[in-house]
């Protein structure tokens, strides 16, 4: 099955400074890429999403890029702010539409 | 924020007690989702259900069981809670075809 790997587990940013974090996986198969913010007692919220026929997706400040080949996907944040601080979670869709998730990012933004 | 919505939000129990969880989605979604979210922030999905069919069960001992009793429903019981049962339960949603799951609020459970 699908196993997808997420890192850091921590990170801390500057406001203002970017922020990246990294996942892989592990199944050729997985056509499907979304990543999760999750705040403090909160449910995760969906942010971005890429699909593999595409490289790259952006969305205002926050980009998502996807080497297929690599099999590895990155979360990139720019100019953040202290609403940005939460865990991130990458996620690939594996066959009958089972979500399987990194192990989570939690993201610091220090004022 | 009420599209896919759980009750109860927390629930606090004995060990070896008998609970349910329910999820509700005002969506007309197709399929629903159940996810544990364990003390690291974990998350893990548990079942899933299409059209009240169940579709996806990973290796979850059977004292869970998941009921369908229409599309816009999918509840959780749990039998004989142990303390390693304490999570928050995540329940989501997704338009069949499509890939975007929405989750709803969470159940966060504690066993005593």
């Known amino acids: 099955g699908e196993n997808v790997e997420q890192h850091p587990s921590t990170l801390s940013v500057q406001e203002g400074d970017s922020a990246v974090i990294k996942c892989t996986y592990s199944d050729s198969a997985s056509n499907y890429f979304p990543w999760y913010k999750q705040e403090l007692g909160k449910r995760p919220q969906l942010i971005i999403d890429?699909?593999?026929?595409?490289g790259e997706k952006k969305d205002q400040r926050i980009a998502v890029t996807l080497n297929k080949t690599a099999k590895h996907f990155s979360l990139h944040i720019t100019e953040t702010q202290p609403e940005d601080s939460a865990v991130y979670f990458c996620?690939?869709?594996?066959?009958?539409?089972?979500?399987?998730f990194g192990q989570g990012t939690r993201l610091t933004i220090n004022p | 924020d009420t599209a896919v919505s759980q009750t109860p939000k927390y629930l606090v129990t004995q060990m070896g007690n008998d609970k349910s969880i329910k999820c509700e989605q005002n969506?007309?979604?197709?399929?629903m989702y159940w996810y544990k979210q364990d003390s690291k922030k974990f998350l893990k999905i548990m079942f899933s259900y299409n059209n009240k069919e169940l579709i996806i069960n990973e290796t979850v001992p059977n004292r869970f069981s998941p009921k369908s009793p229409d599309k816009a429903h999918l509840n959780l019981h749990i039998n004989s809670l142990e303390l390693g049962d304490s999570a928050v339960y995540f329940c989501a949603t997704k338009i069949g075809g499509t890939d975007t799951q929405y989750f709803g609020p969470g159940t966060r459970l504690t066993v005593l």
């Open positions: 969506l007309g979604h197709d399929t």
């Open positions: 890429i699909r593999s026929n595409v």
């Open positions: 996620a690939a869709v594996q066959g009958a539409q089972k979500l399987v």
